[in-house]
């Protein structure tokens, strides 16, 4: 599978007029929430990280790197709270993506994250269009966040 992933991006790549490697595209944002009557400030980091192999040479010059080669691209969600100075002792949330079948988006804008989907009175999702609102029952006042989908969810 990993394979075909990369095959596509390749395929990508050369149809955009580039041979050019891919490369991690991060991005952050700054944001405010209130949980359990605390205002929190929070970073949100989110991107594709390229993962790479690297290769050994062989024969005479055995054990030397040959260098890296992109094997796979994996986004992510990071939610991390500001005012921690000991950033060493917080505690770390890891949520995987659980398709098929089973969508990670519930974990992440239903349960665990800063902000979640308007939900009615008993908990089912209101018709289009859809709402997000600060989630006041989110983690993220206890435990940093992260979001992974791994590669081909």
């Known amino acids: 599978m990993t394979d075909q992933v990369n095959n596509e991006q390749n395929n990508e790549l050369e149809t955009k007029g580039t041979t ?13 929430i209130a949980i359990n009557g605390e205002e929190i400030k929070y970073t949100v980091t989110c991107g594709t990280i ?7 040479k062989d024969g005479e010059k055995a ?10 691209k994996v986004f992510f969600i990071a939610y991390t709270r500001d ?6 002792s917080r505690p770390l949330t890891f949520s995987f993506n659980g398709g ?8 992440h804008l239903g349960v665990l994250g800063p ?13 289009p269009p859809y709402k997000l609102v600060d989630n006041e029952y989110s983690l ?6 992260v979001f992974i989908d791994p590669v081909s969810t």
């Open 115 to 127: 902000r979640r989907v308007l939900m009615d009175e008993i908990g089912n999702p209101l018709p």
């Open 63 to 72: 054990g030397d790197s040959e260098g890296e080669e992109a094997k796979a």
């Open 20 to 32: 050019s490697e891919p490369k991690d595209e991060i991005v952050q944002t700054q944001h405010t």
């Open 100 to 107: 098929p079948g089973s969508s990670s988006v519930w974990l």
């Open 50 to 56: 390229v993962l790479k192999e690297e290769s050994e």
């Open 83 to 88: 005012d921690v100075e000991d950033k060493t």
């Open 140 to 145: 993220l006042d206890a435990s940093d966040l």
